[in-house]
């Protein structure tokens, strides 16, 4: 038993040393590969939660991972730390922290040197570094310019960020540039102060440098002024063609106000020009007055423009315009109706009001052909009259243009024309009862 092992139990022992060598040789890669496709599947579902913006709940479920003793230094927590970092880095997160995202990735590098991971995320902070380092040559170029301005010296401010502007437009701080000019022109102090030019600065930092640090500032200072010049340009604009209309000049303030539609056809004072074009249509002074045309200008304020001031007042004449042009259109087809029933043409008049119905249903001057078309059916020379059929189209009336100026008349004759029936009836149950 305690002899010398035979060849044989040599050879097998020797095959056991090596199968265990070979295992234990191959599990390294093996388990390499099952932590990047663990980390892979987490970095996927957190991807997911991104672009739904979800990003509070996948910064949680991160955290979640890295404070769990038994996977804070185990796959997948480099996933996670590499999560967090995109996060943290991602434009459309409200939140985003660019010192956060750094100090994810530098942790990844530290606590998992050899992660599938770690070269991304060697790159990514080295972006970072860069952006940082633009962010704070940025804010010292804007501390220089903002002691230039409690100076008074506007002139030398603006030059040295035009010189910047010049020398490298494209990259940082050209933002922080951009950015103070924004808030040069925008200065009360400033004897050169122009909020269209201070507005045209902050939409061009947010166009040109979207990831700056300086571009969440600008966007709300745009919000600011773009308000206030909408507000003034407005103002100006009415005031002008107030002036042209009092003198009679309503072609001349027309013209303008196409002018304007044509130069900003979305962006104020348009709105103003579209109010002004709705209030001279409606104007009785106007030898073009039409008041469909006024009504319709209103109209496209009130969709192309729902947040002016003016929408409401707009909301308003186009209401009273509707009812005057249904009353205006609503008496022209009774008028021409007439001419029908002078001739006693009772046919043709029926036509007329059905063309009418087939052409506009659901806008007048229908209503005013429904009127007609009872009237018709009631006349006292039409051979064909039909109190029965009245009554329905009277009712047809009433149902389908309740605001129509001609409804009020249609409940009348409704009432009259129950009346009459009930009436009829009566007559008829005393005469069955005189039979027998």
């Known amino acids: 038993m305690g002899g010398k092992r035979t060849g044989t139990g040599q050879y097998l022992y020797r095959g056991i040393a090596c199968l265990t060598l070979a295992l234990l040789t191959a599990c390294a890669p093996l388990r390499t590969m099952l932590a990047e496709r663990e980390g892979q599947t987490h970095l996927r ?3 997911q939660l991104a672009r739904q913006g979800h990003f509070e709940e996948l910064i949680r479920e991160n955290h979640r991972i890295l404070e769990q003793p038994q996977t804070a230094r185990t796959v997948p927590a480099d996933a996670a730390l590499f999560s967090l970092g995109l ?16 100090e994810q990735f530098t942790r990844l590098l530290y606590d998992f040197p050899f992660s599938p991971f770690a070269e991304d995320a060697r ?13 704070r040559e940025g804010r010292a170029h804007l501390q220089r310019m903002q002691q230039l301005s409690q100076q008074g010296a506007f002139e030398a401010a603006e030059r040295e960020n035009r010189k910047i502007l010049t ?7 050209a933002d922080a540039a951009l950015f103070s000019l924004g808030l040069l022109y925008a200065d009360p102090a400033n004897p050169r102060r122009d909020y269209r030019t201070a507005l045209d600065f ?14 969440e500032d600008g966007r709300i200072w745009d919000s600011i002024l773009e308000d206030d010049v909408a507000g003034r340009e407005r103002r100006a604009h009415l005031q002008r063609m107030r002036q042209l209309t009092r003198a009679g000049e309503f072609a001349a303030a027309v013209r303008e106000n196409r002018q304007v539609l044509a130069r900003t056809p979305k962006q104020p004072p348009a709105d103003a020009a579209l109010f002004s074009l709705g209030q001279i249509y409606a104007d009785h002074r106007n030898p073009e007055m039409d008041y469909a045309t006024a009504r319709d200008y209103f109209r496209q304020l009130i969709g192309e423009f729902p947040r002016t ?12 315009l509707e009812r005057q042009f249904a009353v205006q259109a609503g008496n022209s087809h009774l008028q021409r109706i007439q001419s029908f029933l002078r001739r006693e043409d009772f046919d043709g008049a029926l036509r007329e009001n059905q063309r009418v119905l ?3 249903p659901k806008q007048p001057p229908a209503d005013a052909a429904l009127f007609s078309i009872g009237r018709i059916h009631l006349h006292y020379a ?14 047809r009336l009433k149902r389908e243009f309740p605001a129509s100026p001609f409804a009020e008349e249609a409940k009348s004759w409704i009432s009259l024309l129950e009346t009459l029936e009930q009436a009829l009836l009566v007559d008829v149950e005393i005469d069955r009862k005189q039979r027998h």
């Open 382 to 395: 039409n051979p064909k009259r039909d109190y029965k059929r009245a009554h329905a189209t009277f009712i």
């Open 167 to 173: 020398s490298s437009p494209a990259s940082p701080p």
């Open 309 to 320: 001031p003016l929408a409401e007042g707009a909301h308003i004449w186009a209401g009273m």
């Open 358 to 360: 087939s052409r506009t």
């Open 87 to 102: 996060a943290y880095a991602d434009p459309s997160n409200p939140g985003r922290d660019y010192r956060m995202a750094r």
């Open 202 to 215: 902050f939409s061009r930092l947010m166009a040109d440098f979207p990831r700056s640090p300086f571009a």
């Open 123 to 135: 790159i990514w902070r080295g972006i970072l570094d860069n952006d940082l380092l633009d962010e």
């Open 45 to 47: 579902t957190m991807r």
